[in-house]
Antibody, heavy 121, light 108 residues
Framework: EVQLVESGGHLVQPGGSLRLSCAASGFTFSNYAMTWVRQAPGKGLAWVSAISGGGGSMNYADSVKGRFTISRDNSKNTLSLQMNSLRAEDTAVYYCVRVTGTGWANWFDPWGQGTLVTVSS | EIVLTQSPGTLSLSSGDTATLSCRAS???????LAWYQQKPGQAPRLLIYAASSRATGIPDRFSGSGSGTDFTLTISTLEPEDFAVYYCQQYGSSPPYTFGQGTKLEI
């Protein structure tokens, strides 16, 4: 069974940093691009960042470019999101999601259960 | 960046009805790279439809997707109680950024 389990979300002050992790199992991790999607409280879904299967290509939403860094460790089947200079508007549930192929033009499936990041003083 | 606009924002129906949800793109979605997701309260989204009209594994055949270019539709026939949720469309073109519609809430 494919499983994605996020961790690392908690309360952080504005301007602070946080690192999210996602442990993947049940599939050959390096064969798939991975992505982070977030959902602010009571709002819709917003794509954050994506990384290719080999880890050599990354993309970011304009809203997080220069502040967030996506990475992966294919030897440990782990996806990470380093979040710096956090703002109140970064408050959201962050989902780790598999892209159903190594290329970018693929749908998202499955989704992890999410981890909540709250940015507040 | 392709902007997706979903309508209506909220759809009020009853069990047994047919729901028709719309997703309109600001420019043509290449190769029908469009997906639909269902999200219930407190849960992660779940893939329903990909490539505009292909059902994901385990999705009942009362869910169907159609459309191309800039206009796409998710139809849910003979609504079951468990179908009342929020539905999102998403385009996943040849390269990021990926974009989602704002969602349609299907309520009783």
């Amino acid at each position: 069974e494919v499983q994605l389990v996020e961790s690392g979300g908690h309360l952080v002050q504005p301007g602070g940093s946080l690192r999210l992790s996602c442990a993947a199992s049940g599939f050959t991790f390096s064969n798939y691009a991975m992505t982070w999607v977030r959902q602010a409280p009571g709002k819709g879904l917003a794509w954050v960042s994506a990384i290719s299967g080999g880890g050599g290509s990354m993309n970011y939403a304009d809203s997080v470019k220069g502040r967030f860094t996506i990475s992966r460790d294919n030897s440990k089947n782990t996806l990470s999101l380093q979040m710096n200079s956090l703002r109140a508007e970064d408050t959201a549930v962050y989902y780790c999601v598999r892209v159903t192929g190594t290329g970018w033009a693929n749908w998202f499936d499955p989704w992890g259960q999410g981890t909540l990041v709250t940015v507040s003083s | 960046e392709i902007v997706l606009t979903q309508s209506p924002g909220t759809l009020s129906l009853s069990s047994g009805d047919t729901a028709t949800l719309s997703c309109r793109a600001s420019q043509s979605v290449s190769s029908s790279y469009l997906a639909w997701y269902q999200q219930k309260p407190g849960q992660a989204p779940r893939l329903l439809i990909y490539a505009a009209s292909s059902r994901a594994t385990g999705i009942p055949d009362r869910f169907s997707g159609s459309g191309s270019g800039t206009d796409f539709t998710l139809t849910i026939s003979t609504l079951e109680p468990e179908d009342f949720a929020v539905y999102y469309c998403q385009q996943y073109g040849s390269s990021p950024p990926y974009t989602f519609g704002q969602g349609t809430k299907l309520e009783i």
